[in-house]
C-alpha cells in the first residue's frame, strides 16, 4: 500500500532564516505531488504541483519554492522565511496520468512557526 | 475559475443529532465532488467522493449526493458521535497545466459534538 510521510512534523524558525520541508511517497511510481499551505482559521492553498521529475508548477508567486530531485521525493524551501509563511503545511500524492485519478492523498504536515 | 463555497462554521451539536454540512460549487464541465476530514493536528483523510451527477458517495454513516441541478453535495450523517469532532472540508477537481487534476477546496468547516 501506498504511505505519504513528511518531515519534520512541527518547526519553530527565525524571521530571515533558511526553510526546507521534506516529502516522500512510498509504494507508487511516477506519482503528482502537490505542496499545500493551510494558515490559521482559513482554508487549504495550494502552492505548488509537480507531475515528474524536474517539473514544477507553482500556483502563488511567494518567497517560497519547490523541488522534486527524485520520483517519490518533494521539498519546498525558502531562502528566508516571512512571518506571513507560518501555517501547517501539507503534500499530497495523487497517481499519475498513467493511472489518472482526481483523488488526493494527504500526509500527517508539518506544523511551521516563523517567530 | 472553478470554486467551492461551504458553510461557515463552527457547527456544534449534540451526540447523535443530525447532521447537514452544505457546500455548493461553481464549474464549468463536470468536476469529481469530495468531501475530506482533518482531525485535530493531522492531515486531511478522504471521507468520501462523488464522481458524476446523482452520485452518491458514503462512508462512515456520512453520505453526500452530487446534485447537478443546484450546484450542491451537502454532507450529512444521521446521528453524529464525539469522534466526528473535525474540520470538514469540500472540494472539486480542476484541470491544472500538463493535463494533471488539481483540488479546489473549500474554506473548511468546524463540527464539534457534546457528549
Known amino acids: 500500500s501506498q504511505t505519504i510521510h513528511q518531515w519534520p512534523a512541527t518547526l519553530v524558525q527565525p524571521v530571515g532564516s533558511p526553510l526546507s520541508l521534506e516529502c516522500t511517497v512510498e509504494?507508487?511510481?511516477?506519482?503528482?505531488l502537490y505542496w499545500y499551505r493551510q494558515a490559521a482559521g482559513r482554508g487549504l492553498q495550494l502552492l505548488f504541483y509537480?507531475?515528474?521529475?524536474?517539473?514544477i508548477s507553482s500556483e502563488v508567486p511567494q518567497n517560497l519554492s519547490a523541488s522534486r530531485p527524485q520520483d517519490r521525493q518533494f521539498i519546498l524551501s525558502s531562502k528566508k522565511l516571512l512571518l506571513s509563511d507560518s501555517g501547517f503545511y501539507l503534500c499530497a500524492w495523487a497517481p499519475g496520468l498513467a493511472d489518472s485519478t482526481d483523488t488526493q492523498y494527504f500526509g500527517p504536515g508539518t506544523r511551521l512557526t516563523v517567530l | 475559475g472553478n470554486s467551492v463555497t461551504q458553510m461557515e462554521g463552527p457547527v456544534t451539536l449534540s451526540e447523535e443529532a443530525f447532521l447537514t454540512i452544505n457546500c455548493t460549487y461553481t464549474a464549468t464541465g463536470y468536476p469529481s465532488l469530495f468531501w475530506y476530514v482533518q482531525y485535530p493536528g493531522e492531515g486531511l483523510q478522504l471521507l468520501l467522493k462523488a464522481t458524476k451527477a446523482d452520485d452518491k458517495g458514503s462512508n462512515k454513516g456520512f453520505e453526500a449526493t452530487y446534485r447537478k441541478e443546484t450546484t450542491s453535495f451537502h454532507l450529512e450523517k444521521g446521528s453524529v458521535q464525539v469522534s466526528d469532532s473535525a474540520v470538514y472540508f469540500c472540494?472539486?477537481?480542476?484541470?491544472?497545466?500538463?493535463?494533471?487534476?488539481?483540488?479546489?477546496f473549500g474554506k473548511g468547516t468546524k463540527l464539534t459534538v457534546n457528549p
Open positions: 509504494g507508487t511510481s511516477n506519482p503528482n
Open positions: 509537480s507531475v515528474g521529475i524536474g517539473q
Open positions: 472540494a472539486l477537481s480542476d484541470q491544472a497545466e500538463g493535463g494533471s487534476e488539481k483540488l479546489v
